[in-house]
């Protein structure tokens, strides 16, 4: 079992936003990697231990809003940040709350865009996803090279990396029970190699 352990603290200065690039992220682990084969259920199960993905440690469990110091920054209705809020020179950390004092959002700001980690939550405090966010030198606009995805109970959904061109790098896609069943190679947006029962 690989257990993800956020025992990161908090930075409590300077480190939120409902994306609708987590859409872009789980239709393609179903394209790319969906089906059914049960021979090659059978194989893999005779062959080792169902590899399973749970999310553990304080990362994993949402914060109170009054107990992280920075800048708290409203939604618009779609749920994005609203960027007037935020001063144009601020870097540091940004959150959003929920009206129950958890945590929703959590994010680095540079450069007027989302730099390293985001943690957004949902509202009973379980984490939704975790993304890393980078900007390019001479780039002012930032973009994800990473992405997972939890169920309320912790368990693995999914995760990815991402370049330019698309999925890049190492992309998983888990079962019900947080349980691997695809692992799948990418290079610049073309799959490479996939391993587990649900590759086709």
């Known amino acids: ?62 914060p109170k809003c009054d107990d992280i110091d920075a800048f708290s920054a409203t939604e618009k209705e779609d749920g994005r940040l609203n960027r007037r809020d935020i001063p144009r020179d601020y870097e540091g950390m940004i959150k959003t709350c929920y009206p129950n004092g958890n945590i929703k959002m959590t994010v680095s700001w540079k450069n007027g865009w989302k730099f390293g980690d985001l943690f957004m939550y949902r509202e009973d405090g379980s984490l939704e996803k975790h993304e890393i966010w980078s900007i390019e030198e001479g780039k002012t606009m930032g973009k994800m090279s990473y992405s997972e995805i939890f169920r309320p109970d912790g368990t693995c959904i999914g995760s990815s990396t991402w370049n330019n061109a698309g999925f890049h790098g190492e992309q998983i896609q888990c079962g019900e029970k947080g349980e691997v069943r695809t692992k799948a190679i990418w290079d610049n947006g073309e799959m490479v190699s996939c391993e587990g029962p649900d590759c086709r």
């Not at 169902?50 to 440690?57: D, L, Q, R, S, V």
């Open 1 to 62: 079992m690989i257990v993800l352990n956020y025992n990161l603290s908090f930075v409590i200065k300077n480190n939120a936003m409902k994306n609708p690039i987590s859409i872009l992220f789980i239709i393609p682990l179903f394209i790319s990697c969906g089906g059914d084969n049960s021979s090659a259920k059978e194989t893999a199960s005779d062959e080792k231990p169902t590899e399973k993905i749970i999310c553990e440690g304080e990362k994993c469990q949402a």
